[in-house]
């Protein structure tokens, strides 16, 4: 009996080492790394934020949320419910954009149907400087360097500095 708890205990920690928010120091580093070959697809209609875990295709989204401590009911929350559409080594991936009302804070999330990766941006209103953090749910690793891929080549984003409508390419 101690055996089997033993290698339960092990299961259940092995397969949650994923399910963590990393730190800003290691989320710079995924940003910091070469961008891959993507091609931008349509926009589609995908759930919002607060959506997230209320049906089984939406649950790795709202593991990665909760892994970085952020709620999905919480009503600051904005969403325009659409995703930009991305395909890499011929497999197809979402990209989602949420951001909070009064805050600026935000989250971009790239999923499929198993696997999610999400940087948080907390803004400092001071200095519109950033303090990032990132989580994964799934063994899909190109994910965060395929969501690097779309925001560098599309978007003003940056996890350094917060400027206000920078998911717009200037």
């Not at 649950?59 to 395909?87: A, D, E, H, I, Y």
């Not at 949420?98 to 790239?110: M, Q, V």
């Not at 948080?120 to 690097?148: H, M, P």
């Amino acid at each position: 009996m101690k055996k089997l708890k033993k290698i339960m205990t092990m299961f259940v920690c092995l397969s949650s080492s994923t399910l963590y928010a990393e730190s800003s120091k290691e989320c710079m580093n995924y940003w910091n790394q070469p961008i891959k070959k993507i091609t931008v697809l349509e926009e589609v209609e995908c759930d919002h934020i607060w959506d997230f875990g209320k049906n089984k295709n939406s649950l790795n989204r709202f593991k990665v949320v909760n892994n970085l401590n952020l709620k999905t009911t919480n009503t600051q929350w904005m969403s325009t419910g659409q995703c930009q559409k991305v395909s890499y080594n011929k497999k197809q991936f979402n990209i989602y954009n949420s951001e909070y009302k009064e805050y600026g804070h935000n989250i971009w999330l790239i999923y499929d149907d198993k696997n999610a990766f999400a940087y948080f941006r907390k803004v400092n209103s001071k200095d519109q400087s950033v303090e990032v953090s990132c989580a994964q749910e799934g063994a899909d690793t190109n994910l965060k360097f395929i969501l690097n891929s779309y925001l560098k080549n599309n978007t003003s984003v940056s996890m350094q500095k917060y400027k206000a409508n920078d998911w717009y390419k200037e």
